[in-house]
């Protein structure tokens, strides 16, 4: 099983309407998650971290469920720029603290 | 402005050559990283480092090798005996391990 898993998609949505993705992580003593935002032949950018409580910024809202062990993003109202690949990345412990990236999950936002 | 510069943009290789990727990062950072990126593919890690002189394989470090002897540098070597280095290479640097992360540009390698 692979560490941090993400379902590839792509999800092809239409302007305006709202999008969830899940990331689920196999190490329960995993400490901190983030989402990034990749374009096509781009660096991965940070769009937020995942606290334990949920947080939200703008349209997004991400959310930490331990007890399952899988993060989720949402996107409300989505815009053609949103169009991207999202990365599900987890920081694993054990001494190392090293970022592990999903495979990401392809977000298509059509007219 | 604080960055990470990762050089060059496009880099090919002949067979049996040895090429040398450049990441340099002024954020201070402690911790810097080697991703590779396949097409369609998340990012693998190849290298990383946590402190000056000291840095650990990741899970594909076969072929590539490393140095970390300036706190604000970490090139990464591609060498002859990785058979299939055509990818996108990403640099990061982050303030502690475990904190986010902060990428340079990429470089993709090709092989001629």
């Known amino acids: 099983r692979k560490e941090v898993e993400q379902d590839p998609g792509p999800f092809n949505v239409p302007e305006g309407a709202t999008v969830a993705f899940n990331c689920t992580y196999s190490n329960s003593a995993s400490q901190s998650f983030f989402w990034y935002r990749q374009d096509c032949r781009k660096e991965p950018k940070l769009l937020m971290s995942?606290?334990?409580s949920g947080n939200e910024d703008g349209r997004f809202t991400a959310q930490l469920n331990r007890a399952s062990q899988y993060i989720s993003l949402l996107i409300r109202d989505s815009k053609l720029s949103d169009s991207a690949t999202y990365l599900c990345?987890?920081?694993?412990?054990?001494?190392?603290?090293?970022?592990?990236f999903g495979r990401g999950t392809s977000l298509i936002v059509h007219p | 402005d604080g960055g990470i510069t990762q050089s060059p943009k496009y880099l090919f290789r002949k067979e049996g050559q040895n090429v040398t990727l450049s990441c340099e990062q002024n954020l201070n950072h402690d911790a810097m990283y080697w991703y590779r990126q396949d097409p369609g593919q998340g990012l693998r890690l190849i290298y990383y480092s946590q402190i000056v002189n000291d840095f650990q394989k990741g899970d594909i470090a076969e072929g590539y090798s490393v140095s970390r002897e300036k706190k604000e540098s970490f090139p990464l070597t591609v060498t002859s005996a990785q058979k299939n280095p055509t990818a996108f290479y990403l640099c990061?640097?982050?303030?502690?391990?475990?904190?986010?992360?902060?990428f340079g540009s990429g470089t993709q390698l090709s092989v001629l």
């Open positions: 990061a640097s982050s303030i502690d391990g475990g904190e986010k992360l902060f």
């Open positions: 995942v606290y334990s």
């Open positions: 990345v987890v920081t694993l412990s054990g001494g190392s603290y090293i970022p592990t």
